[in-house]
């Protein structure tokens, strides 16, 4: 059995980054949207290692996520785990 490393970073996995691209959740304002931003950096990393790290990346869009909130258009927070769970329980 393979022993666990002491470090780990899917920015390098045999020189190949498996990250997907930081946003900026605080222009032009913060309204505590880092769920949404969270979410879809894991989706667009998921992709990448699903594409192998194929060109083009996949940029997905944080706002279309934060519109479906009717209420306060994301701004209250505290959905990540709900939204992080229902992704994968959809996604295997």
């Not at 190949?16 to 949404?36: D, E, H, I």
């Not at 879809?40 to 992709?47: A, K, T, W």
């Not at 194929?54 to 940029?59: G, L, R, T, V, Y």
């Not at 706002?63 to 295997?92: A, E, P, W």
Request: net charge negative.
């Amino acid at each position: 059995m393979d022993t666990v490393p002491d470090q780990f970073s899917w920015d390098d996995i045999n020189g190949m980054t498996y990250l997907s691209t930081v946003k900026n959740q605080n222009f032009p304002y913060s309204c505590n949207s880092g769920w949404a931003f969270s979410t879809i950096g894991m989706l667009e990393s998921r992709i990448k290692r699903l594409r192998k790290a194929a060109s083009p990346d996949i940029s997905l869009s944080t706002q279309i996520l934060l519109s479906c909130d009717t209420l306060d258009f994301g701004c209250l927070g505290v959905k990540d785990l709900f939204i992080y769970f229902r992704v994968n329980h959809q996604m295997h």
